[in-house]
């Protein structure tokens, strides 16, 4: 008995040391919106009173509402977008059966290995060729295919009961009207989990926009956190605001749909 009281202490002692860590990076994040950037660079952990100014000071240099509005409007596209195809393509790839589905999914999951370093010229040729330079859609067009979401879509559809479907070709319904009406509407968690996953990689993104985005009214969060941090003489206190602002809609998307990305998370790894 106590024995296991001491290996329990030491668990948690040891759990509560690893979230600290985990967190750390984000409370120094947050007490730094509140300090001077000559504070920060002091390594000063208490809380002042420098957030309204902070704030003050970034609304003055940045046009904050629609670089916001910009990142909000490529994340939803991209996410909805990635979405509908993936999920569409993952259920073609389970669902039709043929001599050849296996070694063509193969191909694609092998287009993973591609670093996108590779792949930016060619996409930089052909938005050109496209007339998509410093636009909007020059950077969501090469974000809505997904190979991991094809991937982790597929193994979530090799849990739903196949009978359902056939069921429903036999009642005379057609593809699209059993994806959308029987099979969308089954597969919240996964949608869910694979709406956090998209989101919060389109609104990270930063090489592509670099790439693309030259104007300073189509740049995004992570490009104004990139310049605000690029500068002669950086205001840390306002980096880390700007930081923060950038965080939160991540921070909801995720605990709005925490609950359906495990469920789906732990549906996915059971095959």
Do not use: C
């Not at 029987?182 to 949608?191: D, E, G, H, K």
């Not at 694979?194 to 926009?209: D, T, V």
């Amino acid at each position: 008995m106590k024995r296991l009281k001491t290996s329990t202490i030491f668990t948690y002692l040891f759990l509560i040391i690893v979230s600290f860590i985990s967190l750390f990076p984000f409370i120094w994040m947050i007490i730094g919106t509140t300090n001077k950037s000559v504070d920060i660079l002091r390594g000063k952990f208490t809380f002042g009173n420098n957030l309204l100014e902070n704030f003050q000071n970034l609304l003055a240099s940045y046009n904050l509402g629609k670089i916001l509005i910009n990142s909000l409007k490529i994340s939803l596209i991209v996410t909805v977008g990635a979405l509908l195809i993936s999920s569409l393509a993952a259920y073609g790839f389970e669902i039709y059966a043929s001599n050849i589905r296996e070694k063509i999914y193969s191909i694609i999951l092998g287009t993973m290995m591609i670093p996108f370093a590779a792949l930016m010229v060619p996409l930089f040729k052909l938005m050109t060729s496209f007339n998509l330079i410093d636009s909007h859609w020059g950077v969501i067009l090469p974000m809505l295919s997904s190979v991991f979401l094809i991937f982790f879509f597929r193994q979530n559809f090799k849990m739903y009961p196949k009978e359902i479907i056939m069921a429903a070709r036999v009642d005379g319904a057609n593809e699209l009207q059993i994806f959308f009406s029987i099979v969308f509407p089954s597969m919240r968690s996964a949608y869910a989990a694979g709406a956090i996953w998209a989101f919060m990689n389109s609104w990270n993104s930063y090489l592509w926009p670099l790439v693309i985005l030259q104007s300073e009214e189509k740049k995004t969060m992570t490009l104004l956190i990139s310049t605000l941090a690029s500068g002669y003489t950086p205001d840390f206190g306002v980096i880390m605001t700007a930081v923060v602002i950038a965080t939160l809609p991540m921070i909801i998307v995720f605990f709005t749909l925490q609950n359906y990305f495990i469920k789906s998370i732990l549906g996915s790894m059971k095959q």
